[in-house]
């Protein structure tokens, strides 16, 4: 590691973080986003794209940082999308949130919920749950401990991605990092 460049704190607990793709890939790609931020939904595509090119060799994690004073509605998104976890279906959740970034009213969320399939009646239940707001109050202190200033900030194996959130700029990081790993 590089002095003086920021490195993800806590690493990524497979346990806790919501993760997608293979949990031993050699490279993990850490969001740090806010369902609400428009950059991230910009990014989200590009997520997308890299997990088609990279397959099993990249796992990507999603933290919470709803940026709540540029963005109002964000941290009801990460509580619904946690709410939806619950069920076994934040990925689901988080997908719909960031394909319809206009629609987060409590109303909307709702809507979400229900064409997810998800039990409304615990998912509105769990969004006032304590421990989802704590698990995204715990996402957005991490994040600032690990010197993420805005969103949407990305880790390659653990270490702050000062680039871009574009497709080439991320896909370079990550096969600098697949040739470094072997």
């Given at each position: 590691?590089?002095?003086?460049?920021?490195?993800?704190?806590?690493?990524?607990?497979?346990?806790?973080?919501?993760?997608?793709?293979?949990?031993?890939?050699?490279?993990?790609?850490?969001?740090y986003g806010d369902?609400?931020?428009?950059?991230?939904?910009?990014?989200?595509?590009?997520?997308?794209?890299?997990?088609?090119?990279?397959?099993?060799?990249?796992?990507?994690?999603?933290?919470?940082?709803?940026?709540?004073?540029?963005?109002?509605?964000?941290?009801?998104?990460?509580?619904?999308?946690?709410?939806?976890?619950?069920?076994?279906?934040?990925?689901?959740?988080?997908?719909?949130?960031?394909?319809h970034q206009r629609?987060?009213?409590?109303?909307?969320?709702?809507?979400?919920?229900?064409?997810?399939?998800?039990?409304?009646?615990?998912?509105?239940?769990?969004?006032?749950?304590?421990?989802?707001a704590e698990r995204?109050?715990?996402?957005?202190?991490?994040?600032?401990?690990?010197?993420?200033?805005?969103?949407?900030?990305?880790?390659?194996?653990?270490?702050?991605?000062?680039?871009?959130?574009?497709?080439?700029?991320?896909?370079?990081?990550?096969?600098?990092?697949?040739?470094?790993?072997?």
């Amino acid at each position: 590691m590089n002095p003086g460049v920021a490195t993800l704190d806590p690493a990524v607990d497979p346990y806790r973080d919501h993760v997608r793709g293979p949990v031993g890939a050699p490279v993990t790609l850490v969001e740090y986003g806010d369902f609400q931020c428009p950059y991230c939904g910009d990014a989200y595509p590009v997520v997308r794209d890299l997990a088609e090119r990279f397959g099993d060799s990249l796992r990507f994690v999603f933290r919470h940082m709803p940026l709540d004073d540029l963005h109002p509605r964000a941290h009801a998104a990460a509580l619904a999308a946690e709410a939806a976890g619950a069920q076994g279906a934040f990925w689901e959740m988080h997908d719909r949130l960031f394909e319809h970034q206009r629609e987060l009213s409590d109303e909307d969320l709702r809507a979400h919920a229900e064409a997810l399939g998800l039990d409304v009646s615990r998912f509105e239940a769990d969004l006032a749950d304590p421990a989802l707001a704590e698990r995204v109050a715990a996402d957005f202190r991490s994040g600032a401990g690990s010197g993420v200033p805005s969103t949407p900030r990305f880790f390659v194996n653990d270490v702050i991605h000062l680039g871009s959130a574009s497709f080439p700029e991320l896909a370079e990081a990550i096969e600098a990092q697949l040739a470094v790993v072997g």
